[in-house]
């Protein structure tokens, strides 16, 4: 990226002892566009003693932040945190000891934030060309040393070969999110839900059943900064390895079966800063269950080291149960739910319309206008 002039420095006294010194004032960056903010990061993921076994969700979720933070890097040229991660569907196939690549681009940019498209795409030893998987939307936000959101991004143009693309994309992913809304609104203004108007018709007989409270996880612990900043704030790429890793453990505690994978995340906000200091408590539990898959939702409570406790916004996993061969398995373990626990049943019926919406407007068909 260019600089559209140099910097411009000029010299003022100094109020105290007369000395003179000097101020670099910044000079306006260049006007960006969909193409200057593209990057990409490549590995070859997993552990080569399980190669061609599939691989959990986590690493990928890692690369997939890695790779927005560089676009967001590149674009704005400030450090940038993430804010936002839209739903993300991850039903393609990823197997230890493949090669991952990752493209990211600037689809939408304001004054401090930015939204990065990210296209994950594999290719396996044996095989010649990549195979589009994920695709994902990360809202980046530019910070300055002092951890604060800067205003100084350069302007973002979509008069460019790829520009129109980007924008229909952009659009699209609002009009998504507001559908998305406005299908939940309605729920929180239930209060008298009940177990026979909520829950489905169990599709088989199940051997088992657990209330949610009885299928919880419960962890504490910290985070070291996997970064290089001063102020050690805990990276979002991080966080999310920890989050997935509780929420695939809470699904073969509940099926009782080691083969789970995630297929798919809901949106997932952070609107506070973590540091290595705060404790995080994490309560992991079981909200909805269909035939293979199963929903699982963590509530996280931030613990600081002055005392204060503060609750982020509950993150939401839809997981696969498989078979050692790959191959979908029956969940045998059922959810017990009574009237009296309005909080379960407004989960369960909030994960029942997330279902229906995922299944009815699958993401995947925007790997093809890549």
């Not at 910290?222 to 001063?230: D, K, M, R, T, V």
């Not at 991080?238 to 509940?254: K, N, P």
Request: with cysteine.
């Amino acid at each position: 990226m260019t600089e559209s002039k140099t910097a411009e420095t000029k010299t003022t006294p100094e109020s105290q002892n007369g000395t003179v010194k000097q101020l670099v004032e910044p000079s306006p960056r260049a006007v960006q566009t969909v193409e200057s903010s593209q990057d990409f990061l490549a590995q070859v993921v997993g552990n080569e003693s399980r190669e061609g076994e599939r691989i959990q969700a986590g690493p990928i979720l890692k690369l997939m932040y890695d790779t927005a933070a560089a676009v967001s890097i590149r674009h704005s040229g400030h450090r940038t945190v993430m804010l936002r991660l839209d739903r993300l569907d991850m039903t393609g196939l990823i197997c230890h000891m493949d090669l991952v690549r990752l493209e990211g681009r600037v689809i939408e940019a304001g004054r401090s934030s930015m939204v990065v498209e990210v296209r994950c795409m594999t290719k396996r030893p044996m095989e010649r060309d990549f195979i589009p998987c994920h695709v994902g939307y990360l809202t980046m936000v530019a910070i300055n040393d002092q951890g604060q959101p800067t205003r100084s991004m350069p302007p973002f143009s979509y008069d460019s070969p790829l520009g129109k693309e980007a924008r229909m994309l952009a659009a699209h992913r609002r009009s998504q999110l507001d559908e998305r809304k406005q299908s939940m609104a309605w729920i929180e203004q239930e209060h008298n839900l009940r177990v026979q108007d909520v829950m489905e018709r169990e599709p088989f007989a199940r051997y088992d059943y657990l209330s949610p409270e009885e299928s919880e996880v419960h962890v504490k612990g910290q985070l070291l900064p996997s970064g290089l900043y001063q102020d050690r704030r805990v990276l979002a790429g991080d966080l999310l390895v920890w989050l997935e890793r509780i929420a695939t453990y809470t699904a073969r505690h509940f099926t009782r079966n080691t083969h789970v994978v995630t297929i798919s995340l809901d949106e997932i906000e952070f609107n506070r800063a973590l540091h290595a200091t705060d404790r995080i408590e994490l309560r992991s539990r079981v909200v909805y269950v269909r035939t293979h898959t199963l929903q699982v939702t963590i509530d996280i409570t931030v613990h600081t080291m002055d005392g204060q406790r503060y609750n982020l916004d509950p993150v939401n996993f839809i997981i696969l149960n498989y078979q050692p061969n790959g191959t979908k398995k029956r969940i045998h373990t059922g959810l017990r739910l009574t009237d009296n626990d309005q909080v379960s049943l407004k989960r369960y019926l909030k994960a029942r319309t997330k279902h229906s919406f995922w299944k009815s407007n699958p993401e995947s068909h925007l790997i093809l206008s890549f």
